[in-house]
């Protein structure tokens, strides 16, 4: 999809705040920093729509995109970051939890993983949380200029390998720096969210 047109309907901390059009919503999750709103950003054509910050933690609500006046993106967000309170923790977790299980409209989510590493215990929990509530779930691995192509096929094994991806349509290398997987991450996007 050829976006041109976006716009930030809100940030919801409570279902009654969710938008209520009934157009297809798409989640990204990731841990925190992994680049979640780089690729919102890359996805939509922006520089800095959606806020990227060197502070992790900082997203704290759901973020709802809409894009094209067709469907949502929502960044939720990150997890995994050290210094959250205990308390908050919890709170992001009920959060998560209430808007994925129970959304009609999420007709996907976007899972990132830093593309330099093996998935984290963290990531691993997510995509098995995910995969136990039949979410559709594309993982991308990101930063993925950060590592040389010739080493592309080796870092991708070890995610689908640690991660227990059964389909190879469900992980992508992507890098917000050069957009390298923009065209095939909005594949699956459009894919799940209309098709
Ligand atoms: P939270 O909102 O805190 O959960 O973080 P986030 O997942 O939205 O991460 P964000 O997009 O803010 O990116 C975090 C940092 O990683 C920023 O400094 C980005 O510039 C950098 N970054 C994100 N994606 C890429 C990428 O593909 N390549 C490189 N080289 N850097 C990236
Ligand atoms: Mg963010």
């Known amino acids: 999809m050829e976006v041109h047109n976006v716009e930030l309907v809100m940030s919801a901390v409570d279902p009654k705040q969710y938008p209520k059009t009934g157009q297809p919503e798409i989640a ?9 709103s ?3 950003n890359v996805l939509i054509n922006r520089n ?11 997203t704290q609500t759901l973020n709802f995109y809409h894009v094209e006046d067709a469907l949502y993106f929502v ?14 923790r919890e709170k ?13 409209t999420l007709k996907g989510v976007v899972s990132l993983v830093d593309g330099r590493h093996a998935p984290t215990a963290d990531d691993q929990t997510m995509y098995t949380w995910l995969s136990y509530y039949d979410i559709p779930t594309l993982i991308v691995a990101t930063k993925m200029d950060k ?21 190879q349509d469900d992980l992508l290398p ?16 459009e894919q799940h969210a209309f098709g």
């Open 174 to 189: 992507f890098s917000a720096q050069t957009k390298a997987g923009k065209q095939e991450v909005w594949q699956w996007i």
């Open 38 to 40: 780089s690729l919102t």
């Open 147 to 167: 590592i040389p192509g010739a080493k592309w096929n080796k870092q991708l094994s070890l995610v689908k390998k640690t991660l227990q991806i059964q389909s």
């Open 92 to 104: 992001w977790g009920q959060m998560i939890e209430t808007y994925l299980i129970a959304r009609e």
């Open 75 to 88: 960044d939720v967000p990150g997890y995994g970051y050290a210094k959250v309170s205990r308390s908050e």
């Open 28 to 36: 990204l999750v990731g841990r925190s920093n992994v680049g979640k």
């Open 48 to 58: 800095s729509y959606a806020r990227t910050s060197s502070q992790p933690g900082k």
